[in-house]
């Protein structure tokens, strides 16, 4: 039986073949407030460094500008890498963010790089050693002590809670996203809602039943909360949906060889598959079609995961067309509607 779930959205901010991250950037605040009147429920930001194809390398310098530009739509990240940064920093910033935008912010949390090992490096402030890939629950425990202002009084950094930015919402709501099964276990020890990525792993749906098995709550969350990101494009006709996701067909097929791009017009893209074929498509979820068979799929995606929450994602070099699926998918489901409603 299908689920009842809510529909957001996940933007890394594409940038198309001869335009530039500016033109991406204005594309985001364009889809984010169009998001917002079709009664999505999310618009999260997401984080990738030195890529030549998304503009989305810093989503804490982005929330604050989406959120301002919209009214209702809840503004996150999707996520920030913890590695990349102290606690602190990161608490001090979505501390400023919620009081920015009262009770709208929520602050995904990462371990991975978000990049390759050289960029990942060189976002180090210490060079004189690789920072350790271990620590990531230790950095959780202690972000998740600054925004609970749970701190132990004799830790050393107790007195820096009290300088934490206030007011409005007081803190963001905090999330855990992952595609392995240690991200889906320390969410449920820590009490935190799941986002799990499907897009990159299409096997989540074991790991999203072992964070609802090992879930304990929390002051953040009494029961376990899954939501579950997948890719997903809809058009008039399915024969033009799998067009329009043939940009990032051919860009993750260079990526797959060490070669980054930005995202191709279409036409170059289907003439660049129709030479080297498209067989690495198959290698990840991909939901196409008109707007009944983009239902009917993400329905089963939120069937198969057991999901609260399905949060769509794409990249296209056209951003009309791109605007225009999730209008397609928000009018399939009535978004807008039940929106208003609550």
Not at 15 to 30: C, P, Q, R, V, Y
Not at 57 to 82: F, H, K, Q, W
Not at 209 to 235: G, T
Not at 280 to 286: C, F, L, S, V
Request: aromatic share 8%; net charge negative; charged share 20%.
């Amino acid at each position: 039986m299908t689920r009842s779930y809510r529909l957001s959205v996940l933007d890394q901010s594409p940038i198309a073949e001869g335009s530039t991250a500016a033109d991406a950037l204005a594309n985001t605040l364009d889809l984010a407030r169009a998001a917002d009147k079709l009664g999505y429920h999310r618009y999260w930001l997401a984080e990738h460094h030195a890529s030549p194809g998304i503009a989305g390398v810093a989503p804490e310098a982005l929330i604050g500008p989406v959120a301002l530009a919209t009214e209702r739509i809840r503004v996150g990240s999707g996520g920030i890498m913890l590695p990349h940064f102290s606690p602190f920093k990161v608490a001090e910033t979505f501390r400023m963010l919620a009081a920015l935008a009262p009770g709208r912010i929520d602050l995904g949390l990462g371990r991975a790089p978000g990049t390759d090992g050289r960029t990942a490096y060189a976002l180090q402030r210490d060079r004189s050693r690789r920072m350790p890939s271990d620590d990531f629950p230790q950095n959780l425990a202690e972000l998740l002590a600054y925004l609970s202002d749970t701190m132990p009084e004799d830790h050393a950094f107790a007195p820096l809670v009290a300088s934490l930015p206030s007011g409005g919402q007081g803190s963001p709501d905090p999330w855990l996203l992952g595609s392995s099964m240690d991200s889906a276990i320390w969410a449920a020890g820590s009490g935190l809602p799941y986002c799990f990525a499907d897009f990159i792993n299409p096997a989540g749906a074991e790991m999203a039943e072992q964070y609802r098995r090992n879930f304990k709550p929390s002051r953040w969350l009494d029961a376990p909360h899954v939501m579950v990101a997948s890719w997903a494009i809809a058009a008039p006709t399915a024969e033009e949906a799998t067009q329009l996701a043939a940009p990032a067909a051919m860009m993750f097929a260079h990526l797959f060889r060490g070669e980054l791009i930005a995202v191709p017009p279409m036409d170059k893209a289907l003439a660049w598959l129709a030479e080297h074929g498209d067989g690495h498509r198959r290698q990840r979820r991909t939901i196409l079609g008109t707007p009944a068979d983009v239902r009917a799929q993400v329905d089963a995606v939120a069937d198969e995961y057991g999901a609260d929450e399905v949060m769509l994602v794409n990249i296209m070099s056209d951003h009309a067309a791109r605007r225009r699926s999730y209008a397609l998918i928000a009018a399939e489901y009535g978004l807008a509607d039940i929106a208003a409603a609550a």
